[in-house]
């Protein structure tokens, strides 16, 4: 018999050579919710944030949705999970703080794909190793972030 | 506007025998696929199997896991989790990745057992209720725990503090 299950769906989509906007939801048995970010490209900066808490437990959750735009401002960088996660998921709701660090982590790795599969079309015989470490080079902030191991 | 990127994840707990859980969960995206199995055994929740299987590695950047994943047996689901399982599948010649996968999975078991507790809570201190985000044709939350078994439930130290539903009480 199956006692609970966790389903979440996050969508990259590039706006413009500057912009990049990732939606997200996540459902199980207690919550559903859903979380959308922009962030300005190159410079990595969020923008914006939007939420909603769809389904929830108790009366007092809709309040996290206060703390959620605390994240405007900050940067896609080795230090953001773990503000996500203290500043947000604390304040807030930790199982929003979840799907906006999958958020984040999958609007970068979105970034990574984009540019690995443009670079294939140029060279069919790219190594994927040596695109991975000319792309680390260039976006040093994501060096410690991708979490692509 | 169509999109370029996409993930998705699917975890599951199930019941194999009183007791005994199996939490499976999925990971996909268009670089990377993994599939985590890990059951888990009542009353300690030590975790007595985990194969952790990658489906696609488009990048050729993850390790073998198997002798990682065997380091698992043992593990408990419970406070100190999160160090021991990050010594034992990440690093430098592990998996951070498989390790915050394989830590959701833990989190999940905790979360369905957490279940029947908020059911009782709802049942006991169930309150009609009305959002101002829900609607305005369907709602989504008709009920929820009220203020005065928040409050009880706030006494519970693991609780207290935890997120913006038991802060202030």
């Known amino acids: 018999m199956l006692d609970y299950s966790r389903c979440k769906s996050i969508g990259v989509q590039k706006q413009g050579d500057n912009r990049r906007v990732v939606s997200g939801v996540l459902e199980d048995e207690l919550y559903a919710m859903e979380c959308e970010i922009s962030v300005d490209w190159p410079s990595l900066t969020i923008e914006s944030v939007q939420t909603r808490m769809k389904r929830f437990t108790t009366s007092r959750c809709p309040r996290a949705k206060e703390v959620f735009t605390r994240a405007e401002g900050w940067k896609i960088d080795s230090e953001l999970d773990g503000k996500i996660k203290k500043e947000l998921g604390r304040y807030g709701c930790r199982h929003m703080a979840v799907l906006m660090v999958d958020c984040c982590k999958t609007l970068a790795r979105a970034e990574l794909a984009r540019e690995f ?7 069919p015989n790219l190594e994927a190793r040596d695109f991975t470490e000319a792309f680390l080079q260039r976006h040093p902030d994501l060096k410690g972030y991708l979490q692509l191991r | 506007m169509i999109l370029d990127f996409q993930m998705n994840s699917l975890t599951t707990v199930e019941t194999l025998e009183k007791g005994l859980w199996r939490i499976n969960q999925r990971s996909e995206d268009n670089l990377f696929s993994i599939e985590v199995t890990l059951e888990v055994k009542a009353p300690a929740l030590d975790i007595r199997r985990a194969v952790l299987e990658v489906k696609r590695d488009t990048l050729g950047l993850m390790p073998d896991l198997s002798p990682l994943s065997e380091k698992l047996i043992g593990v408990r689901v419970g406070p100190g989790m999160t160090k021991i399982v990050r010594g034992v599948l990440g690093g430098p010649d592990g998996s951070d990745r498989a390790a915050d996968l394989v830590l959701e999975a833990m989190e999940m078991l905790v979360n369905a057992i957490t279940v029947p507790e908020l059911r009782k809570a709802a049942a006991m201190g169930g309150v009609p209720y009305k959002a101002e985000n829900d609607g305005p044709k369907v709602f989504l939350n008709d009920v929820v725990v009220g203020e005065d078994m928040v409050r009880k439930m ?10 913006a539903a038991f802060r202030d009480l």
Do not use: F, G, I, T
């Not at chain 2, 006494?155 to 935890?162: E, T, V």
């Open chain 1, 117 to 123: 599969r443009a670079a294939l079309e140029e060279d």
């Open chain 2, 154 to 163: 706030a006494a519970n130290p693991r609780l207290k503090d935890s997120c």
